[in-house]
T-cell receptor, first 116, second 116 residues
Framework: AQKVTQAQTEISVVEKEDVTLDCVYE???????LFWYKQPPSGELVFLIR??????QNEISGRYSWNFQKSTSSFNFTITASQVVDSAVYFCALSEAEDSSYKLIFGSGTRLLVRP | DTEVTQTPKHLVMGMTNKKSLKCEQH?????MYWYKQKAKKPPELMFVYSYEKLSINESVPSRFSPECPNSSLLNLHLHALQPEDSALYLC???????????????FGDGTRLSIL
């Protein structure tokens, strides 16, 4: 069965600290896709990044970076020089196909609080 | 501003009422989704429509009735709900690519539903 584990329930840091959010996944598929979403207090889930299983290149986007390692089934997310606006719940997700559709298997989420 | 618009933002209803949640997108996406999210939990998939046809129903009680009148609109009709149905209801949309699960889902702000 597909599963996503985010072991960190809540993380609190002071502004400008770096922080890493962990994501470990389980799948039997040889081709799969992983996603990170951010959910601020307003409620909307904001898509951050997609990674496919055959591309292990790490990605950097501004202060955000992602480390994908198939050997450890992990897809970790690092925020450099955190800011108060980064405070949100972050979800890691794995896509699972069903016929012509697919669904997202979400981890339980990590709540990040960045204090001024 | 999100590209998926949900109305209303908030809804309070009694257990005997009938109401509908609406979702609209104009990104040309042919897959649309309903999720239910309880506080401090990840979103749980309820329904998926692909090309205006119901493709996934996650064993949702019949008091929730989805409808996809056209490729831009998705409704969720509510009737005889229970207090435990109080939650944030999120709508999402994505492109459809046969055999591929890599298309990110784009979410609306959600409707916060309270059942009295």
């Amino acid at each position: 069965a597909q599963k996503v584990t985010q072991a960190q329930t809540e993380i609190s840091v002071v502004e400008k600290e770096d922080v890493t959010l962990d994501c470990v996944y389980e799948t039997r598929d040889t081709t799969y896709y992983l996603f990170w979403y951010k959910q601020p207090p307003s409620g909307e889930l904001v898509f951050l990044i997609r990674r496919n299983s055959f591309d292990e290149q790490n990605e950097i986007s501004g202060r955000y970076s992602w480390n994908f390692q198939k050997s450890t089934s992990s897809f970790n997310f690092t925020i450099t020089a955190s800011q108060v606006v980064d405070s949100a719940v972050y979800f890691c997700a794995l896509s699972e196909a069903e016929d012509s559709s697919y669904k997202l298997i979400f981890g339980s989420g990590t709540r990040l609080l960045v204090r001024p | 501003d999100t590209e998926v618009t949900q109305t209303p933002k908030h809804l309070v209803m009694g257990m005997t009422n009938k109401k509908s949640l609406k979702c609209e997108q104009h990104m040309g996406h042919r897959a649309m989704y309903w999720y239910k999210q309880k506080a401090k939990k990840p979103p749980e998939l309820m329904f998926v429509y692909s090309y205006e046809k119901l493709s996934i129903n996650e064993s949702v009680p019949s008091r929730f009735s989805p409808e996809c009148p056209n490729s831009s609109l998705l409704n969720l009709h509510l009737h005889a709900l229970q207090p435990e149905d109080s939650a944030l209801y999120l709508c999402a949309s994505s492109r459809v690519r046969q055999g591929a699960r890599d298309q990110p889902q784009h979410f609306g702000d959600g409707t916060r539903l309270s059942i009295l």
